[in-house]
T-cell receptor, first 110, second 113 residues
Framework: QKEVEQNSGPLSVPEGAIASLNCTYSDRVSQSFFWYRQYSGKSPELIMSIYSNGDKEDGRFTAQLNKASQYVSLLIRDSQPSDSATYLCAVNTGGFKTIFGAGTRLFVKA | EAGVAQSPRYKIIEKRQSVAFWCNPISGHATLYWYQQILGQGPKLLIQFQNNGVVDDSQLPKDRFSAERLKGVDSTLKIQPAKLEDSAVYLC???????????FGEGSRLTVL
């Protein structure tokens, strides 16, 4: 079992729709969770961090965490073509190392 | 505030040659990471430093890869000898805390021919 799993996609949504990205992790003692966006040929950049169960909203982005189900998600509302990128889920494990998933490619069609 | 600096940005070598990458983290960030990202995959942690001590290097191929962080600031990642499968982007990142968010440099793209 991979430590952090994501659907590789691609996920295609029309402009203005909600994009939903999902991630599961295996280490139950993980405490910190992150979503990074990576444009082609660029480095990952942080979008959201979440540390406690529930929802965290920042503009068009909402991160959701359910530690009991070992599940993290990212919702992007009013998706724009500029949101087209690979979204990486990252989990800081009990060993204090940050592990990344393989990423989900998102395409937003204009 | 200056970001994470990496060099070189691009390097092309032949297999069995050696290469070194340099990273300067954000000032004050005690934790430094080296990740390897192969095209189409997520970043894979190679080594993590806390100040100048190694926290985790379980995924570092120690027969060919080495890394050091002298004086708890700059870090160097070396590959010797390189293999074709080492072609990847080598990302350096730093963070204020071991459980905090990572800030990445622009990466060093290695092509092994």
């Amino acid at each position: 079992q991979k430590e952090v799993e994501q659907n590789s996609g691609p996920l295609s949504v029309p402009e203005g729709a909600i994009a939903s990205l999902n991630c599961t992790y295996s280490d139950r003692v993980s405490q910190s969770f992150f979503w990074y966006r990576q444009y082609s040929g660029k480095s990952p950049e942080l979008i959201m961090s979440i540390y406690s169960n529930g929802d965290k909203e920042d503009g068009r982005f909402t991160a959701q965490l359910n530690k009991a189900s070992q599940y993290v998600s990212l919702l992007i509302r009013d998706s724009q073509p500029s949101d087209s990128a690979t979204y990486l889920c990252a989990v800081n494990t009990g060993g204090f190392k940050t592990i990344f998933g393989a990423g989900t490619r998102l395409f937003v069609k204009a | 505030e200056a970001g994470v600096a990496q060099s070189p940005r691009y390097k092309i070598i032949e297999k069995r040659q050696s290469v070194a990458f340099w990273c300067n983290p954000i000032s004050g960030h005690a934790t430094l990471y080296w990740y390897q990202q192969i095209l189409g995959q997520g970043p894979k942690l190679l080594i993590q430093f806390q100040n100048n001590g190694v926290v985790d290097d379980s995924q570092l191929p120690k027969d060919r890869f080495s890394a050091e962080r002298l004086k708890g600031v700059d870090s160097t990642l070396k590959i010797q000898p390189a293999k074709l499968e080492d072609s990847a982007v080598y990302l350096c990142a730093s963070s204020l805390r071991t459980d905090g968010e990572l800030f990445f440099g622009e990466g060093s793209r290695l092509t092994v021919l």
